[in-house]
């Protein structure tokens, strides 16, 4: 660790970054998966089903997926050096918004091969769909329960949305070829492949949304600027708040850097008050990693590249 000295009072506080769990999972799945897509892809071509090729080649994109996903959980354990001071947290953010990009570029290509099946219909074998879409499922289940205890990180979140939805599509896959059976309507292969299209471009855009979010270091979700700056705010000592910005170090790790306006005060006292700052934004926010610089009342402020109005203690 390198310590530099420096004129402000500043305050860091890191949270402990232990390997994400989900690791083995995704390495076991990597593995089924590409089982499930040759199972699916023999049966969409044997049975003439466009709704099963969609979804071989929807599984066929987990595979990178997923071996991204790893390597970003890796690469997110590994600690902080000289040169990427804050470690690799966002290593998984970046996984998610490689796979996102990839996820939006397949959900194209599904909806140009269902609207060519539209244009031009042919048979299917309704029982090797059945039966195909009956060993997806439980595959894909499999899948999804296995990252289920890791989903609150971004990056096992689009594994676990991805194979959750890789499931509906099997569910929904099944009830059509039984439909099929029933009625002979060839049109609901076709409406099956653009179904599985529409939920991962669906899914995909969320996901997509929130990494470049994270990436573009935007206000964390569901928290408000002026929140944050009233509960600094509220502790005793603290007459202004100002030039205040808030990002998302990892999926769920915040930070913070500050300007705080203070009497003039006994060093003893703007550490208990830096200390309280420190615990209310913690335990309020789930900001683990602060920096605050203290001002005098009275002199004046320097600016940042974003500066909202100050918010000062009503008298």
Same mark, same amino acid.
């Given at each position: ?22 690791? *083995? ?5 990597? *593995? ?5 897509v040759a199972i699916e892809l023999t049966g969409g071509i ?6 099963? %090729? ?19 959980? @890796? ?12 470690? =690799? ?7 998610? $918004? ?10 194209? $290509? ?6 060519? @099946? ?8 309704? +029982? ?11 595959? /894909?289940a499999g899948i999804t329960l296995s990252v289920a205890r890791?989903?609150?990180?971004? /990056?096992?979140?689009?594994? $676990? ?8 599509? /099997?569910?929904?896959? !099944? ?30 855009? *969320?996901? !997509? @949304?929130?990494? +470049?979010? %994270? ?33 998302? !170090? ?30 209310? !934004?913690? *335990? ?21 590249? =974003?500066?909202?109005?100050?918010v000062r203690r009503q008298q």
């Amino acid at each position: 660790m390198h310590m530099y000295a420096h004129g402000h009072a500043h305050a860091h506080a890191h949270g402990g970054s232990g390997e994400m769990p989900g690791t *083995g999972a995704l390495v076991g799945s990597m *593995g089924v998966t590409l089982v499930l897509v040759a199972i699916e892809l023999t049966g969409g071509i044997f049975s003439g089903s466009i709704a099963l %090729i969609s979804d071989a080649i929807h599984n066929l994109s987990d595979v990178p997926s997923l071996a991204i996903s790893w390597l970003g959980l @890796r690469w997110a354990s590994r600690p902080a050096d000289t040169r990427r001071t804050y470690g =690799y947290k966002r290593a998984g953010i970046l996984a998610a $918004f490689t796979n996102s990009i990839l996820l939006i570029i397949v959900a194209g $290509f599904l909806f140009y091969e269902a609207w060519q @099946r539209v244009r031009h219909p042919s048979g299917v074998n309704e +029982s090797v769909m059945i039966w195909i879409s009956v060993v997806a499922l439980a595959i /894909n289940a499999g899948i999804t329960l296995s990252v289920a205890r890791g989903r609150h990180d971004l /990056n096992l979140r689009t594994v $676990f949305i991805h194979n959750l939805g890789d499931a509906l599509s /099997n569910v929904a896959i !099944l009830v059509g070829a039984i439909v099929m059976r029933a009625t002979n309507a060839r049109w609901i292969d076709p409406l099956l492949g653009a179904a599985i299209g529409v939920m991962v471009l669906w899914s995909s855009v *969320g996901v !997509l @949304r929130e990494a +470049s979010d %994270i990436l573009l270091e935007a206000l964390p979700r569901d928290m408000e600027l002026g929140n944050v700056a009233r509960a600094i705010l509220c502790v005793p000592g603290v007459q202004e708040v100002h030039d205040i910005h808030v990002w998302t !170090l990892g999926t769920d790790e915040h930070a913070l850097s500050c300007h705080v306006r203070i009497p003039d005060m006994h060093m003893e006292e703007s550490e208990r008050v830096l200390g309280e700052i420190r615990q209310r !934004l913690s *335990g309020q926010f789930h900001i683990s990693h602060t920096t605050i610089q203290f001002e005098r009342v009275g002199l004046p402020s320097d600016s940042g590249l =974003y500066m909202p109005e100050p918010v000062r203690r009503q008298q």
